[in-house]
C-alpha cells in the first residue's frame, strides 16, 4: 500500500505527523520524531502578542524609557512563552538542519499588523510551509460575525502577500459557516485549512474566585465534529485539508482520511504515549488500509466525504432528526 500523498504541495510519505505542541520545542525530540516516522515536524505557534511585546520593548529601548508601559501591561508575561521571535527563528533553522522531512512553522494571530514580517524571516529561516493559527474570542458585542471573518481574511491576505510559502489556516470550531468561510480563505491566498484548533476551556476556582484554564488532551469524542466538516467541506474547495484533535488510532486517522483530510495531526496521544506511537499508527494505517482493499492514498481521501457516501443525510439535520425521534425512555428510567 503506497501511503504518499501531496499536503499544501508538499510530497509526504504518508499523512501523519505531529501537530504543533512542545514536542518539537528541543532537537533530541524532533530527532525522536522524526525516526518514530514523522510525514512532517509542526513547530508550535509563535504568537502575536509575543512579536508585540518584543517590538514594545525595543521601541522603550530607542525612545529611553526604561519603566514598562500601560500597553504592555496587558500582554502575558514573557516567561509563559516557550522562546521570543528572535529564539524562535534561531530554532527554526536548527530543526530545519537537524531533520529530512518538511519543516512547518506556525504563526499565531488575529490583527492586521507589522509582525507579518516574521512570516518572511520563517520563510528565509527555511520553513517548508506556514500554519496560521487564527484562534480567537470574539468579546465585543458591536462587532458581527461578519466584521470578524472579513479582519481574520485580512490578515489571510496580508500573510499570503509577505510570503510565497504554502499556507494553512488552523481554523477555531465557532465559525456559523465554515464551508463558505474555507471558500472564502481559497480566495485570499491559503493553500490549505486545518480543523480544527483546540482552544483551552476556562473553568471557574469556586473557592479562590479565579478563572483558571486547565489543559485538556483530545479524546476520540472529539472526532466526530471534525469529521462532519471534513466530509462537508472537502468537496467543495481545492485546498489541502488536514484533521487536528480526536485522532489516537490508526482507525481514526483512517476516517479523517475518508472524511476528506490529506493530513492527520496528532498531539495529545503522542504527548500520553511517546514518539514510538507515532511509528504503531503508521504501521496500523498500512495494516487497516490494506486490509480494505485501498492501493493508494487517492482512493482514500474524500471517499466518504458528503458528495460520495451512501447517505449525505448522515452529515445533516435528517439524521440529527432521525436520532431524536428514535430516542426512547426506559422502563427503569429514574430508578
Given at each position: 500500500m503506497d501511503l504518499s500523498l501531496n499536503y499544501l504541495g508538499l510530497r509526504l510519505a504518508h499523512p501523519l505527523m505531529p501537530g504543533a505542541s512542545p514536542m518539537a520545542d528541543d532537537l533530541d525530540s524532533v530527532r525522536r520524531l522524526e525516526d518514530a516516522g514523522a510525514a512532517a515536524i509542526v513547530l508550535r505557534s509563535l504568537f502575536e502578542e509575543q512579536i508585540v511585546r518584543d517590538q514594545l520593548g525595543a521601541a522603550r529601548h530607542a525612545w529611553g524609557q526604561g519603566e514598562q508601559s500601560e500597553a504592555t501591561s496587558f500582554l502575558p508575561d514573557s516567561d509563559v512563552f516557550a522562546r521570543g521571535p528572535d529564539?524562535?527563528?534561531?530554532?527554526?533553522?536548527?530543526?530545519?538542519?537537524?531533520?529530512?522531512?518538511?519543516?512547518?512553522?506556525?504563526?499565531?494571530?488575529?490583527?492586521?499588523?507589522?509582525?507579518?514580517?516574521?512570516?518572511?524571516?520563517?520563510?528565509?529561516?527555511?520553513?517548508?510551509?506556514?500554519?496560521?493559527?487564527?484562534?480567537?474570542?470574539?468579546?465585543?458585542?458591536?462587532?458581527?460575525?461578519?466584521?470578524?471573518?472579513?479582519?481574520?481574511?485580512?490578515?489571510?491576505?496580508?500573510?499570503?502577500?509577505?510570503?510565497?510559502?504554502?499556507?494553512?489556516?488552523?481554523?477555531?470550531?465557532?465559525?456559523?459557516?465554515?464551508?463558505?468561510?474555507?471558500?472564502?480563505?481559497?480566495?485570499?491566498?491559503?493553500?490549505?485549512?486545518?480543523?480544527?484548533?483546540?482552544?483551552?476551556?476556562?473553568?471557574?476556582?469556586?473557592?479562590?474566585?479565579?478563572?483558571?484554564?486547565?489543559?485538556?488532551?483530545?479524546?476520540?469524542?472529539?472526532?466526530?465534529?471534525?469529521?462532519?466538516?471534513?466530509?462537508?467541506?472537502?468537496?467543495?474547495?481545492?485546498?489541502?485539508?488536514?484533521c487536528s484533535g480526536g485522532v489516537h488510532e490508526a482507525r481514526d486517522a483512517v476516517k479523517a482520511l475518508m472524511a476528506g483530510a490529506r493530513a492527520v495531526q496528532v498531539v495529545s496521544v503522542l504527548l500520553q504515549r511517546g514518539p514510538r506511537h507515532l511509528t504503531r499508527l503508521r504501521e496500523e494505517l498500512e495494516i487497516c488500509l490494506d486490509t480494505l482493499g485501498y492501493e493508494s492514498m487517492e482512493q482514500v481521501v474524500g471517499c466518504l466525504n458528503l458528495l460520495r457516501c451512501p447517505d449525505p443525510r448522515n452529515y445533516e439535520r435528517a439524521n440529527y432528526v432521525a436520532q431524536l425521534h428514535a430516542w426512547h425512555v426506559t422502563e427503569d428510567w429514574g430508578k
Open positions: 529564539e524562535y527563528l534561531e530554532h527554526l533553522q536548527r530543526v530545519r538542519a537537524a531533520v529530512a522531512v518538511p519543516v512547518i512553522a506556525s504563526l499565531n494571530g488575529s490583527t492586521r499588523g507589522g509582525w507579518t514580517r516574521h512570516a518572511r524571516l520563517m520563510q528565509q529561516a527555511g520553513a517548508a510551509a506556514l500554519e496560521l493559527n487564527l484562534f480567537e474570542v470574539p468579546t465585543d458585542p458591536d462587532e458581527d460575525a461578519a466584521a470578524v471573518e472579513r479582519r481574520l481574511l485580512d490578515v489571510v491576505r496580508e500573510v499570503r502577500a509577505a510570503v510565497d510559502l504554502p499556507l494553512a489556516v488552523k481554523l477555531a470550531r465557532g465559525f456559523t459557516a465554515p464551508a463558505n468561510f474555507v471558500r472564502q480563505l481559497e480566495g485570499a491566498g491559503a493553500n490549505g485549512a486545518i480543523l480544527f484548533n483546540r482552544g483551552y476551556e476556562p473553568d471557574l476556582d469556586l473557592e479562590s474566585l479565579e478563572v483558571r484554564r486547565q489543559p485538556r488532551p483530545s479524546t476520540p469524542a472529539d472526532l466526530p465534529q471534525r469529521l462532519r466538516w471534513l466530509a462537508i467541506i472537502s468537496p467543495v474547495t481545492r485546498l489541502s485539508l488536514a
